[in-house]
């Protein structure tokens, strides 16, 4: 018997390569996995906007750091004694306008110089609702809190995200000839839109995006979401909120993702680099002991020696952790 309905997922060619820098966007699954990235040394840049969910905010962005652009106090607005931009997540709000742009513009710089040395852009589309200023039209990539009375609540159509993305991906590959683009679609569950409502927006980026993956090269597809929703397809595998997936079910999306889309060489220094994470949540039941110092030694050597053959990784923290 079969209590599972598992599928074969098509590995993505060229895989991705710990010589090439990443760029993912997107939703806060899109954050669960680029942790994963950076903990295993991948050169991964995530969501220099912070947390955007519709495919609208996430072009809009990406339009943002090809035209370099620099935001200004004209570009935000103040609410609750914070002030804020419509175009980023509010991890880049602050008292003052001097220092919310500091934090903005610095992403912007970051994000502009990763775009044009990427080899992938990680795209993980949310939601098809887009919010917008009843007041101005403008598309609010973050809500702040701010009175939905406020807001026109839209649900974009399949035709409208194509041609966002395609506009988008068309100035991308003329800027960055190299650069490939993997989508995904966010297993989290908005809810709060509807059951309903939430079932919709899915089936319409589902089908946008694969018109786009079927129609151009370098563009691929990676099925989080039916991982997820059609595989594991239980509330054991979501948080108590019933919303996001858990540890595990993060996890699982992980394995599958390094079996498809990782190069196999790369999966196998990811499995040392993974060794050594392991090692360093140790906890020594006596940190003075000479057993833990030969230890940390051991470690180190072993640091040393994957630096020595990975040079352009970087091995900071794993070392100064490992070298007391």
């Not at 962005?61 to 035209?67: G, K, P, V």
């Not at 297993?187 to 089936?203: C, H, I, T």
Request: aromatic share 12%.
């Amino acid at each position: 018997m079969h209590f599972r309905l598992t599928f074969p997922i098509t590995p993505i060619e060229p895989p991705i390569d710990y010589r090439d820098r990443l760029l993912l966007m997107g939703s806060c699954f899109a954050e669960e996995m680029g942790a994963q990235l950076q903990q295993h040394l991948f050169q991964t840049l995530v969501n220099p906007h912070g947390i955007l969910y519709n495919p609208l905010s996430i072009t809009h962005a990406i339009h943002s750091y090809l035209d370099a652009k620099q935001y200004t106090e004209a570009d935000l607005f103040q609410h609750n004694d914070l002030w804020h931009s419509w175009d980023h997540h509010s991890r880049f709000s602050a008292l003052t306008p001097a220092a919310a742009l500091q934090n903005i513009n610095a992403a912007q710089t970051q994000a502009a110089q990763c775009l044009e040395e990427a080899r992938w852009l990680v795209i993980t589309l949310g939601s098809a609702h887009a919010y917008l200023l009843k007041e101005t039209g403008q598309l609010a990539g973050n809500c702040y809190k701010v009175p939905m009375a406020s807001f026109y609540k839209k649900l974009l159509t399949v035709d409208e995200i194509i041609s966002a993305l395609d506009n988008m991906m068309h100035r991308l590959f003329f800027r960055n000839r190299h650069i490939n683009i993997l989508f995904t679609i966010s297993p989290v569950r908005y809810v709060r839109d509807g059951v309903v409502e939430n079932n919709l927006s899915k089936a319409i980026l589902l089908q946008a995006v694969h018109h786009l993956v079927n129609k151009f090269d370098r563009l691929f597809y990676f099925p989080a979401y039916e991982l997820v929703i059609d595989d594991l397809r239980d509330y054991r595998f979501y948080k108590d909120d019933l919303v996001h997936p858990n540890e595990t079910a993060i996890h699982y999306v992980w394995e599958q993702f390094v079996n498809n889309c990782i190069h196999p060489d790369s999966q196998q220094l990811l499995r040392s680099i993974h060794d050594l994470n392991r090692a360093r949540q140790h906890k020594p039941f006596n940190p003075e002991s000479p057993q833990h110092k030969q230890f940390l030694q051991t470690y180190a050597r072993k640091v040393q020696q994957l630096k020595e053959q990975h040079v352009q990784l970087d091995w900071s923290e794993l070392e100064k952790y490992f070298r007391g």
